[in-house]
């Protein structure tokens, strides 16, 4: 049985245990025994982190220890998978650059605060993570990040909002990422920038059906990896992965 790793803490604004709660259900529905770990000892040994199938992040803010980072870091590049959500994995532990470069992704301002109201745009095409997906509606905070732009974008959101006034208008019209996928090393990585709140995912069941999705993609990495005899030497003789 495939096994997940769910970190949670950090800022209690964003409802870490609920959400943890929330994705260990998701995967547990699919075969995937999830484990909750509320603080971060758990990520102090790298032999144990690579006994998982997937890791998710849901710690906003806050710092984490170089070792620690590290580890997950070693963990993911050697095949394990790596998703979170909105400020729990794309807000966390704003020092650690390597974590910012792994994850794709950090967050700068959520102009208008909470309760905007826009479309979430999906790339139709772009990933099964999306199929058969249309664009949804979401009440939330509107995120503004700045990105990799190696990630593959799976769904965007239109900016500048109405109401939006200041230098927070003075951006031309853009398309931000909402939610994407990467590869670190052997490790597959997803994010989705929904979910301040956990019952986000209730009143846009589409946001819920991306996050679940984009986990077990996720979490399916290191599988492949074997399955297609790809290793780390490999990797770094620099052939492609995938």
């Known amino acids: 049985m495939k096994k997940a790793l769910i970190f949670q803490g950090g800022w209690d604004g964003h409802e870490p245990q609920l959400t943890s709660r929330r994705f260990a259900g998701m995967l547990e529905k699919n075969?995937?025994?999830?484990?909750?770990?509320?603080?971060?000892?758990?990520?102090?040994?790298?032999?144990?982190?690579?006994?998982?199938?997937?890791?998710?992040?849901?710690?906003?803010?806050?710092?984490?220890?170089?070792?620690?980072s590290r580890n997950v870091c070693e963990a993911v590049a050697r095949g394990v998978g790596l998703a979170g959500c909105h400020g729990g994995m794309c807000d966390a532990f704003r020092q650690d650059t390597q974590w910012q470069f792994m994850t794709g992704g950090q967050w700068v301002s959520h102009p208008g605060g909470d309760g905007v109201e826009?479309?979430?745009?999906?790339?139709?095409?772009?990933?099964?993570?999306?199929?058969?997906?249309?664009?949804?509606?979401?009440?939330?905070?509107h995120y503004y990040l700045h990105v990799d732009p190696a990630i593959?974008?799976?769904?965007?959101?239109?900016?500048?909002?109405?109401?939006?006034?200041?230098?927070?208008?003075?951006?031309?019209?853009?398309?931000?990422?909402?939610?994407?996928?990467?590869?670190?090393?052997?490790?597959?990585?997803?994010y989705t920038s929904l979910g301040h709140h956990d019952d986000v995912f209730d009143k846009s069941p589409n946001a819920a059906v991306m996050m679940e999705r984009g986990m077990l993609w996720a979490a399916g990495g290191k599988a492949y990896a074997a399955e297609h005899n790809l290793t780390v030497d490999r990797y770094l003789n620099n052939a492609k992965m995938y």
């Open 31 to 68: 075969g995937i025994a999830a484990e909750i770990y509320d603080d971060m000892s758990c990520l102090s040994d790298l032999d144990h982190l690579l006994t998982y199938d997937l890791i998710v992040a849901c710690w906003t803010m806050g710092s984490i220890d170089g070792q620690h």
């Open 152 to 190: 593959e974008v799976l769904a965007t959101t239109r900016f500048p909002n109405d109401g939006v006034n200041y230098y927070h208008s003075a951006n031309k019209p853009i398309d931000m990422p909402v939610a994407w996928t990467k590869f670190w090393g052997l490790g597959r990585v997803f």
């Open 118 to 141: 826009y479309t979430v745009n999906v790339r139709h095409g772009s990933s099964p993570i999306v199929e058969g997906l249309d664009d949804f509606r979401v009440s939330s905070e």
